[in-house]
């Protein structure tokens, strides 16, 4: 350990080392800088921090900060400028520069013409070449000068429009359509830019409403009835358009559960479409339509009457709407059941047929849950092919002739008395339809009508008698009389028969075969006669007339004749329809001493175009016999050898 003495000496040799004092200084080098030329203070806690504001104060030049910003403004602008080259948005050409401007009233009222202006900017740095603006209108546009034409588009040339150029298309229109509804007319520009031989097409479209229609439909039916109630539609249709409507149409809708009966205006198609045609300003067409609804009770019945503009292609639809009406109404259970059976079906189904009997059965059940008393009903029977000397009443019924109705009362049946509640009972009639010719007279679309009518009383809740009532109507239809007849001549007719009379064996003799039909009440449809040939017999494939379609098929040796539509009529009022073609015979051996036949399988089949029944017969062969041929002689149908 180092004594206090040489402790002293070795700091006093530390403060010599490092002492600066009175030591000479040693020479300047140039540019040399030394510790003394700066002064820096042991006092730290003095010091004076100097802000960027305190050096701007102390004496920057202002024409600095100048100098700054507008070297910063100018960095700017290099930069937009660049930018706006590289992305301006017009200065390549596009669809998205042209704008389509629709000038039209936000509504029309029908029948008056409405002014349509179409405004195109181009805002592109090119021009568009070749523009051609194309107006397309909805269904039911008519032209302004001409309003009995109907407008479906409206074409003009805008030619060549300049950049930042404007270019208008105006024209005028008549909308027409339902009330409430909007109406779309659409712009079409096509156009080419300056130096692209493409074509581009740009679009636009407005809506416009429609303030009221132009045509007035009401529909007037009750609000309630029973089921199986005739009900009554009337339609009434009136124009509101202060120009003529042309092809208007009637379209109703049924619901389920109705049967259409009758109407005052024949439908042009099925039982839901009427043609009215052309209604003049302040028009008006009236339509009754008559049916039967049945339902479950409290159900709702809904009927869509639409009033239009018919389509160009077929007379079954509305192309065009101009109104709708929904109509509905509501069934009820009636007070007294009633079910009418004609011919064993129910009346809504019945069909009968001329010559026979038609049987008629009324079902009753009181619905009530109390009884009701003295009760009656009636059948009114009515129609052209009625035959009112026939008519039968059972059960007690009588039959009154002043105005062909058959009653039942407690005095025929004992039960109508009092009919406890739920029960039940049957009342049975019956007649006959006319003949469907009589003289040269014929019936056309025959139907017989009953009208059932069941009443009586029951005590009301306030203890006082009322009488309730129900009603349905049915109808019975009468299919057509027509009836089919083939037949064989050598010696007449219309063609020119060859060979042996009576037929010899193994040679050719020639005979044509004659088939007629007879028509009287009702148009037929589907007419078509059919027959084989036997193997040795021939077609020769003469017909007469010749427009008349008979085919032979030479796989199944088969005779067709399609004869089509036959109307009522025919054979009666006219001549028969007939057909005639020609066959060969050549008979063999085994044949000798028999009246071969030349046709067999004869079978007739049309369709009743008003009850829509199918109608079928058949024939029994045709042979060799000549019965109906006026020149031929006893023994000519033999084969002889």
Not at 255 to 281: C, H, I, L, S
Not at 592 to 601: E, F, G
């Amino acid at each position: 350990m180092d004594t206090e003495y040489e402790q002293s000496r070795i700091e006093k040799a530390k403060r010599d080392l490092y002492r600066t004092e009175d030591m000479p200084e040693a020479p300047r080098l140039p540019g040399e800088l030394r510790a003394s030329d700066a002064t820096v203070k042991d006092n730290w806690s003095d010091t004076t921090i100097l802000h960027p504001e305190d050096v701007a104060k102390e004496g920057h030049p202002k024409f600095l900060k100048i100098l700054i910003g507008t070297a910063l403004a100018t960095a700017l602008f290099a930069i937009l400028f660049i930018a706006y080259q590289f992305f301006d948005p017009f200065a390549k050409p596009s669809d998205k520069n042209i704008l389509i401007d629709f000038q039209v009233p936000v509504s029309a009222t029908p029948g008056v013409p409405t002014d349509v202006l179409v405004t195109v900017t181009n805002q592109n740095k090119v021009p568009l070449q070749g523009a051609t603006m194309t107006l397309l209108f909805p269904d039911g546009t008519h032209a302004a000068l001409d309003a009995t034409k109907e407008l479906h588009e409206a074409k003009n040339d805008l030619g060549t429009i300049a950049p930042g150029a404007v270019a208008q298309f105006h024209t005028q229109a008549i909308f027409l359509g339902e009330e409430n509804t909007d109406k779309e007319v659409r712009a079409q520009l096509d156009f080419r830019f300056e130096g692209i031989s493409s074509v581009f097409t740009k679009e636009a479209m407005r809506s416009m409403h429609l303030l009221a229609s132009p045509l007035n439909i009401t529909v007037d039916v009750l609000k309630e009835i029973n089921s199986g109630q005739l009900v009554e539609l009337t339609v009434n249709v009136a124009s509101n358009a202060v120009i003529p409507l042309d092809n208007v149409f009637v379209k109703i809708e049924y619901p389920a559960g109705f049967t259409y009966v009758d109407a005052d205006v024949k439908p042009v198609f099925g039982n839901t479409v009427w043609k009215v045609g052309r209604m003049e300003q302040g028009a008006t067409f009236a339509l009754h339509v008559k049916g039967i609804l049945t339902g479950e009770d409290t159900a709702e019945k809904v009927f869509h009457t639409t009033g239009g503009v018919g389509s160009d292609k077929t007379d079954r639809d509305i192309a065009t709407t101009y109104g709708t009406v929904i109509s509905s109404i509501t069934l009820k259970r009636p007070f007294i059941g009633v079910a009418l059976s004609l011919g064993e079906v129910p009346a809504s189904q019945a069909v009968a047929h001329f010559g026979e009997r038609i049987n008629g059965t009324i079902n009753w059940q009181n619905n009530l849950p109390v009884k009701v008393t003295n009760a009656q009903i009636e059948v009114r029977l009515r129609g052209v092919a009625l035959d009112r000397a026939s008519i039968t009443a059972g059960n007690g019924g009588f039959y009154r002739s002043g105005d062909d109705t058959i009653f039942w009362d407690e005095r025929g049946d004992s039960k109508l008395g009092v009919l406890e509640a739920g029960e039940a009972g049957v009342e049975k009639f019956s007649f006959f339809p006319l003949p469907s010719q009589v003289g040269n007279k014929f019936l056309t679309n025959p139907t017989i009508t009953a009208e059932v009518t069941v009443r009586g009383n029951r005590i009301s809740e306030t203890g006082v008698p009322e009488e309730i009532k129900t009603v349905i109507t049915e109808n019975v239809k009468i299919t057509s009389q027509a009836q089919f007849a083939a037949r064989a001549v050598y010696y007449s007719g219309p063609f020119i028969n060859s060979g042996p009379i009576p037929p010899k064996v193994d040679q050719e003799t020639t005979y044509t075969v004659i088939l007629s039909v007879v028509n009287s009440a009702n148009n037929i449809s589907g007419v078509e006669v059919r027959g084989v040939l036997p193997a040795y017999v021939k077609w020769t494939g003469a017909v007469s007339p010749t427009k008349e379609n008979i085919i032979f098929n030479r796989n199944t040796n088969e005779v067709v004749w399609n004869a089509g539509d036959i109307p009522a009529g025919t054979g009666v009022a006219t001549a028969p329809r007939e057909a005639a073609f020609q066959v060969t015979l050549t008979p063999s051996l085994t044949q000798v001493k028999t009246t071969p036949t030349l046709i067999s399988n004869i079978h007739f089949k049309a369709t009743d175009a008003f009850t829509n029944e199918v109608l079928t017969d058949e024939k029994a062969n045709i042979t060799t016999s000549l019965s109906t041929d006026p020149k031929a002689v006893q023994g000519s149908a033999v084969v002889v050898q």
